[in-house]
């Protein structure tokens, strides 16, 4: 990656001198520009960190795909099936993975929020908290899809008790 390694930090200082007073509309300037450059520093450290956990994260991913290539290969050639605590744990994962898939599609989605700022604070306040309410929800219906998968596995599993019961 090009960005700088953790620990290491870096500033520029600009000595402008002034002709008047500080209140002038030069010195207004200087200042801002120089707010800018700051926030333009922060947002660059906020992007480098991000593609520092992008590349855990695409490793990660590269490792998952492999174990579930070789539980698919396991699954065929033994013809296995997972167990209850198994499946659950892969839906639990899934679910996961998916929420995971859509905050980045969603943040690479998102028009840059630097760049044009028309909104209002209301309009902002509103939009944050209809996320919040909105990532709650998403929370809400994946721990009811997990629910509903672990009591399908015992259905299954009850079910397969009773025919052996029948069985015999």
Known sequence: ???????SSSYTVVIIPLRTSLYSLDALRCYLWIKRLKDLEKEKDALCSGLEVLEKARLWYLQQLQENRERQINIET???CLDGAAEAQSCVLRSRIQRVNGSLGFVMAEPNV???SHTSLPDAVADSDLRWHNTLLTQEVSDKNRQISMLELEKDALLEQLNELQAH
């Open 78 to 80: 033994n013809n296995v």
């Open 1 to 7: 990656m090009a960005c700088r390694p953790p620990g």
């Open 114 to 116: 630097t760049r044009t």
